[in-house]
């Protein structure tokens, strides 16, 4: 009979500690995770190298001569949720060693754009000393690829050189 009391005893003891066991008090304990997402609105020509438009050697006759077209890429990123523009300016007149001019009318451009979301200038116009928009993203921002097609009219008896002047590209929220 005492070993049954012992064994009943033995019994009792180890289903409280397998019952203590399994319902011990769990703890817990919350970290904070943070993630800083900065905005973004930057463009950049996306062809490496491409830094110039190069028309090439042109020969000025009595009739206007059209040389082009070239196409700068421009990629515009974007996580703003905002509409943007691009706009493009130039930096002065086309001049040659000698300060001979040739007219900015003589420089046109049209734009289109990968996603077909926004607003392009779809008509060849003539670029400008003042700013001028090329592109106007859709309602959300969204990202895209554009592209921007130049040609140069030479006018009648224009003076020999090399002519250059700086277009200079820019992104803005709106």
């Known amino acids: 009979m005492r070993k049954l009391f012992i064994f009943c005893i033995f019994v009792f003891f180890g289903c409280l500690e397998i019952t203590g066991t399994l319902h011990a008090a769990s703890k ?84 289109s754009s990968a996603t077909s979301a926004g607003t392009v200038v779809s008509s060849p116009i003539a670029a400008s000393a003042s700013a001028q928009t090329i592109f106007i993203s859709d309602n959300a921002g969204t990202s895209d690829t554009l592209s921007v097609e130049y040609t140069l009219t030479v006018p009648p008896s224009q003076a020999p050189g090399d002519y250059s002047t700086l277009l200079t590209y820019t992104v803005s929220a709106l």
């Open 28 to 111: 817990s304990v919350t970290i904070r995770s943070l993630a800083s997402i900065k905005d973004t609105l930057e463009l950049a020509i996306s062809q490496a190298g491409q830094s110039d438009l190069r028309f090439g050697n042109i020969v000025s006759t009595s009739i206007p001569v059209e040389a082009g077209p070239l196409t700068v890429v421009i990629r515009v990123t974007s996580n703003t949720g905002q509409r943007y523009q691009v706009a493009e300016l130039l930096n002065g007149p086309l001049l040659n060693a000698n300060n001979d001019q040739m007219g900015v009318e003589n420089l046109k451009f049209k734009s």
